[in-house]
């Protein structure tokens, strides 16, 4: 046998090998969700009714020092929201802005994790209410 032939028989193998992992992959993707349209209309039913107890959507610092969310979207990305929401605390172990966020704050109340904030659709919509906010 030649090494040519050597060659092209195990670049077949490796084919028929690495072939159950392509299946595999293909699996995978199909399973995955299908992209979820974020309603900025239920996420301010959702502010109104959660968020706003604390949170004003002006510039203003409310009265128990929650910063007011007026163009919150130029401080955070939409990936740093969706993990502060879902628990700032836990959030703040790992990301120091986070951190320095609840550190700053002298009123002494912290922003809650939330049981509605548990469902990632439920931010995503908040998220893109919060987006409407700017001037
Ligand atoms: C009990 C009061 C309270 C509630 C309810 C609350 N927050 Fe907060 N939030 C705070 C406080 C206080 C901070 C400042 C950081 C800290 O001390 O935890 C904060 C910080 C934030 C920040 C960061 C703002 C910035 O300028 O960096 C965002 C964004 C935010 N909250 C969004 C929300 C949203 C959206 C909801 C509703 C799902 C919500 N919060 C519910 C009190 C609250």
Not at 58 to 82: D, F, Q
Not at 103 to 109: C, H, K, R, S, Y
Request: hydrophobic share 40%; net charge negative; proline share 4%.
């Amino acid at each position: 046998m030649s090494v040519k032939s050597n060659v092209v028989t195990l670049s077949l193998c490796l084919l028929i090998i690495s072939a159950p992992a392509f299946a595999d992959e293909a699996t995978e993707t199909e399973g995955l969700p299908e992209t979820f349209a974020a309603s900025a209309e239920r996420g301010k039913a959702q502010f109104q009714a959660i968020c706003a107890h604390c949170h004003t959507t002006t510039y203003e610092e409310s009265r128990i020092g929650a910063p007011g969310l007026k163009g919150v979207l130029e401080r955070h990305s939409e990936t740093w929201l969706n993990q502060w929401l879902k628990s700032p605390e836990e959030f703040a172990q790992k990301d120091v802005a986070a951190r320095d966020l609840i550190d700053a704050n002298t009123f002494g109340l912290a922003m809650p994790t939330l049981p509605a904030m548990q469902d990632e659709h439920n931010r995503l919509d908040i998220i893109e209410y919060l987006k409407t906010l700017k001037e």
